[in-house]
Protein backbone atom coordinates (compact mmCIF):
# COMPACT_ATOMS: atom_id res chain seq x y z
CA UNK A 1 0.00 0.00 0.00
CA UNK A 2 2.70 2.52 1.08
CA UNK A 3 4.69 2.25 -2.99
CA UNK A 4 1.16 2.99 -3.96
CA UNK A 5 0.67 6.00 -2.13
CA UNK A 6 4.14 7.24 -2.92
CA UNK A 7 3.05 6.36 -6.91
CA UNK A 8 0.67 8.90 -6.87
CA UNK A 9 0.45 10.89 -4.04
CA UNK A 10 3.39 11.71 -1.95
CA UNK A 11 5.89 13.29 -4.83
CA UNK A 12 3.32 15.40 -6.01
CA UNK A 13 4.22 19.53 -5.56
CA UNK A 14 0.54 19.35 -4.70
CA UNK A 15 -2.88 17.33 -4.56
CA UNK A 16 -4.76 17.61 -7.62
CA UNK A 17 -7.74 16.28 -9.26
CA UNK A 18 -6.14 14.96 -12.53
CA UNK A 19 -9.01 14.27 -15.53
CA UNK A 20 -8.30 12.43 -18.82
CA UNK A 21 -11.01 13.05 -21.20
CA UNK A 22 -11.39 11.78 -24.55
CA UNK A 23 -13.54 15.11 -25.78
CA UNK A 24 -13.70 13.36 -29.45
CA UNK A 25 -13.18 10.12 -31.05
CA UNK A 26 -12.74 11.96 -34.68
CA UNK A 27 -9.37 11.42 -36.18
CA UNK A 28 -7.26 12.05 -39.33
CA UNK A 29 -4.48 9.60 -38.82
CA UNK A 30 -5.44 5.51 -37.79
CA UNK A 31 -2.51 4.57 -35.67
CA UNK A 32 -2.41 0.52 -35.09
CA UNK A 33 -1.69 1.46 -31.70
CA UNK A 34 -4.33 3.25 -30.58
CA UNK A 35 -5.77 2.02 -27.30
CA UNK A 36 -8.58 4.49 -27.79
CA UNK A 37 -10.15 3.39 -30.70
CA UNK A 38 -9.27 -0.39 -29.75
CA UNK A 39 -11.75 0.72 -26.76
CA UNK A 40 -14.48 2.54 -28.34
CA UNK A 41 -15.01 0.20 -30.80
CA UNK A 42 -18.06 0.89 -33.32
CA UNK A 43 -18.42 3.91 -31.48
CA UNK A 44 -14.86 5.44 -32.98
CA UNK A 45 -15.35 8.33 -34.78
CA UNK A 46 -18.40 9.64 -32.52
CA UNK A 47 -18.70 12.53 -30.52
CA UNK A 48 -21.30 12.99 -27.31
CA UNK A 49 -23.62 16.14 -28.09
CA UNK A 50 -22.19 19.69 -27.02
CA UNK A 51 -24.75 20.45 -24.48
CA UNK A 52 -23.38 16.99 -22.27
CA UNK A 53 -20.30 17.76 -22.86
CA UNK A 54 -20.67 21.51 -21.31
CA UNK A 55 -22.69 19.69 -18.48
CA UNK A 56 -19.26 17.64 -18.05
CA UNK A 57 -17.74 20.85 -17.95
CA UNK A 58 -19.82 22.36 -14.94
CA UNK A 59 -19.18 19.28 -12.91
CA UNK A 60 -15.52 19.46 -13.60
CA UNK A 61 -15.94 23.38 -12.30
CA UNK A 62 -17.51 22.39 -9.02
CA UNK A 63 -13.82 20.60 -7.94
CA UNK A 64 -12.09 21.98 -4.42
CA UNK A 65 -9.17 20.26 -5.20
CA UNK A 66 -6.82 22.50 -8.39
CA UNK A 67 -8.04 20.34 -11.66
CA UNK A 68 -5.32 18.60 -13.78
CA UNK A 69 -7.47 18.24 -16.81
CA UNK A 70 -5.78 16.78 -20.23
CA UNK A 71 -8.31 16.89 -23.47
CA UNK A 72 -7.46 13.76 -25.71
CA UNK A 73 -8.95 12.08 -28.83
CA UNK A 74 -9.09 11.06 -31.29
CA UNK A 75 -8.04 14.50 -32.11
CA UNK A 76 -9.22 17.47 -30.04
CA UNK A 77 -8.35 19.86 -32.49
CA UNK A 78 -11.04 18.59 -34.74
CA UNK A 79 -13.86 19.13 -32.43
CA UNK A 80 -16.83 20.73 -33.60
CA UNK A 81 -16.83 23.44 -30.63
CA UNK A 82 -13.32 23.38 -29.75
CA UNK A 83 -12.87 27.51 -29.28
CA UNK A 84 -15.91 27.22 -26.83
CA UNK A 85 -14.91 23.53 -25.33
CA UNK A 86 -11.37 25.02 -24.77
CA UNK A 87 -12.69 28.55 -23.35
CA UNK A 88 -14.93 26.89 -20.42
CA UNK A 89 -12.60 23.99 -19.93
CA UNK A 90 -10.17 27.33 -18.89
CA UNK A 91 -12.13 28.95 -17.04
CA UNK A 92 -12.78 25.78 -14.66
CA UNK A 93 -8.86 24.87 -14.08
CA UNK A 94 -7.91 28.27 -14.09
CA UNK A 95 -9.98 29.53 -10.51
CA UNK A 96 -7.24 27.97 -8.70
CA UNK A 97 -3.35 28.83 -9.45
CA UNK A 98 -2.16 25.50 -9.61
CA UNK A 99 -5.02 24.06 -12.08
CA UNK A 100 -3.97 22.94 -15.52
CA UNK A 101 -5.26 22.41 -19.12
CA UNK A 102 -3.58 20.45 -21.58
CA UNK A 103 -4.35 19.17 -25.40
CA UNK A 104 -2.86 16.16 -26.60
CA UNK A 105 -2.49 16.53 -30.45
CA UNK A 106 -0.73 15.16 -33.52
CA UNK A 107 0.34 18.35 -34.77
CA UNK A 108 -0.97 18.19 -38.50
CA UNK A 109 -3.77 20.60 -38.30
CA UNK A 110 -2.95 23.78 -40.61
CA UNK A 111 -0.43 26.15 -39.35
CA UNK A 112 -3.21 28.89 -39.17
CA UNK A 113 -4.72 26.82 -36.63
CA UNK A 114 -1.88 27.30 -33.54
CA UNK A 115 -1.34 31.04 -35.06
CA UNK A 116 -5.08 32.35 -34.60
CA UNK A 117 -5.44 29.56 -31.19
CA UNK A 118 -6.33 32.29 -28.15
CA UNK A 119 -3.72 32.25 -25.60
CA UNK A 120 -4.30 30.86 -21.89
CA UNK A 121 -2.12 31.00 -19.45
CA UNK A 122 -1.75 27.60 -17.37
CA UNK A 123 -2.71 26.19 -21.04
CA UNK A 124 -0.12 23.78 -22.44
CA UNK A 125 0.08 21.55 -25.60
CA UNK A 126 1.19 17.65 -25.66
CA UNK A 127 2.13 17.28 -29.39
CA UNK A 128 2.79 13.43 -30.57
CA UNK A 129 5.34 12.28 -33.47
CA UNK A 130 4.22 9.77 -35.58
CA UNK A 131 6.85 8.70 -37.91
CA UNK A 132 4.76 6.74 -40.43
CA UNK A 133 2.65 9.90 -41.26
CA UNK A 134 5.45 11.84 -42.63
CA UNK A 135 2.24 12.33 -45.83
CA UNK A 136 0.37 13.92 -43.52
CA UNK A 137 2.97 16.09 -41.98
CA UNK A 138 4.57 17.18 -45.17
CA UNK A 139 8.09 16.56 -46.05
CA UNK A 140 10.55 16.41 -43.05
CA UNK A 141 7.72 16.31 -40.80
CA UNK A 142 7.61 20.29 -41.56
CA UNK A 143 3.99 21.00 -40.39
CA UNK A 144 4.46 19.67 -36.63
CA UNK A 145 7.91 21.07 -36.43
CA UNK A 146 6.39 24.47 -37.44
CA UNK A 147 3.36 24.30 -34.90
CA UNK A 148 5.10 22.85 -32.37
CA UNK A 149 7.80 26.39 -32.86
CA UNK A 150 4.70 28.20 -33.53
CA UNK A 151 3.31 27.47 -29.98
CA UNK A 152 6.48 27.86 -28.06
CA UNK A 153 7.42 31.29 -29.81
CA UNK A 154 3.78 32.20 -28.19
CA UNK A 155 4.65 31.28 -24.59
CA UNK A 156 2.72 27.91 -24.46
CA UNK A 157 4.31 25.13 -22.63
CA UNK A 158 4.57 22.32 -25.10
CA UNK A 159 5.76 18.67 -24.94
CA UNK A 160 6.63 15.81 -27.11
CA UNK A 161 5.98 12.28 -26.92
CA UNK A 162 8.12 10.37 -29.99
CA UNK A 163 6.04 7.54 -30.77
CA UNK A 164 8.94 5.04 -31.25
CA UNK A 165 8.20 3.11 -34.31
CA UNK A 166 9.07 -0.80 -34.51
CA UNK A 167 9.92 -0.96 -38.25
CA UNK A 168 13.32 0.03 -38.69
CA UNK A 169 12.13 2.10 -41.70
CA UNK A 170 11.30 4.90 -39.81
CA UNK A 171 13.92 5.01 -37.49
CA UNK A 172 16.51 7.46 -39.34
CA UNK A 173 13.43 9.48 -39.98
CA UNK A 174 13.05 9.29 -36.27
CA UNK A 175 16.28 10.37 -35.26
CA UNK A 176 16.34 13.22 -37.55
CA UNK A 177 13.26 14.34 -36.27
CA UNK A 178 14.58 14.50 -32.63
CA UNK A 179 18.13 16.08 -33.55
CA UNK A 180 15.28 19.05 -34.85
CA UNK A 181 13.32 18.97 -31.57
CA UNK A 182 16.20 19.33 -29.54
CA UNK A 183 17.37 22.36 -31.53
CA UNK A 184 14.09 24.39 -29.83
CA UNK A 185 14.94 25.70 -26.63
CA UNK A 186 13.22 24.55 -23.47
CA UNK A 187 10.90 21.90 -24.94
CA UNK A 188 10.44 18.50 -23.37
CA UNK A 189 10.70 15.79 -25.56
CA UNK A 190 9.13 11.98 -24.34
CA UNK A 191 10.47 8.96 -26.14
CA UNK A 192 7.29 7.28 -26.11
CA UNK A 193 7.15 2.81 -26.37
CA UNK A 194 3.69 2.14 -28.26
CA UNK A 195 1.00 -0.27 -26.81
CA UNK A 196 1.06 -3.91 -28.39
CA UNK A 197 -2.69 -3.67 -30.19
CA UNK A 198 -4.08 -1.08 -28.77
CA UNK A 199 -4.04 -2.24 -25.21
CA UNK A 200 -2.53 -0.25 -22.38
CA UNK A 201 -1.29 -2.80 -20.78
CA UNK A 202 0.86 -4.30 -23.60
CA UNK A 203 3.82 -2.71 -25.63
CA UNK A 204 4.28 -3.64 -28.89
CA UNK A 205 7.05 -6.22 -29.71
CA UNK A 206 10.10 -4.44 -30.11
CA UNK A 207 13.26 -7.16 -31.29
CA UNK A 208 16.82 -6.02 -29.31
CA UNK A 209 17.91 -4.02 -32.30
Known sequence: MSEFVKEYDIDHKVQRLYIHWDVSTQCNFKCTYCYAMKEYGDDWGKIDRWD???????????????VFLGLLGGEPTMH??????????????SKHPDGRLYVTTN??????????????????????????????YGT???????????????????????????????????????????????LEIHPHF??????????????EE
Open 140 to 186: GFTTLLNNIKIMKKRGFKCKVNVMLHPEQRFWDKTHTFVDELEKIDG
Open 194 to 207: LYGDGDVHVTTDYS
Open 52 to 66: KQKLVIKAIDKATLP
Open 107 to 136: GSTKSSFFEQHKFYKQMYFLFSFHPEYEAK
Open 80 to 93: PNYSDLIELCHKAV
